[in-house]
Nanobody, 119 residues
Framework: QVQLPESGGGTVQAGDSLIPSCTAS????????MGWFLQAPGKERTFVGG????????WSADYVKGRFTISRDSAKNTMYLQMNSLKPEDAGLYFC????????????WGQGTQVTVST
């Protein structure tokens, strides 16, 4: 079973940057894609962005375009979320997950990494 522990969250001021990361470990049958999700306080978990692991597309939600950048290090099985110009509404618990195939559900949810943004 794939496991994706997240790290790199923290408490910052509005306008600051953070770079959370997650590394895939455990038994793997291949990875089609990895993605980042945000669960803001009192809200459902929403998609932030992701990457096709074999190379190619990186996509992100409209509200983070121009501020957040997703990158990957295939040799380290690690995905990064460069978060710039953070806003209070970006705060919450950030999770990453994996799609084993294009049609599979997202899986491998970790405990998340907390991001707090103060004004």
């Amino acid at each position: 079973q794939v496991q994706l522990p997240e790290s790199g969250g923290g408490t910052v001021q509005a306008g600051d940057s953070l770079i959370p990361s997650c590394t895939a470990s455990g038994r793997r049958f291949g990875t089609y894609a990895m993605g980042w999700f945000l669960q803001a306080p009192g809200k459902e978990r929403t998609f932030v962005g992701g990457t096709i692991w074999g190379g190619g597309n990186i996509w992100s939600a409209d509200y983070v375009k121009g501020r957040f950048t997703i990158s990957r290090d295939s040799a380290k099985n690690t995905m990064y979320l460069q978060m710039n110009s953070l806003k209070p509404e970006d705060a919450g618990l950030y999770f990453c997950a994996v799609k084993i195939t294009k049609s599979s559900d997202w899986s491998g949810w970790g405990q998340g990494t907390q991001v707090t943004v103060s004004t």
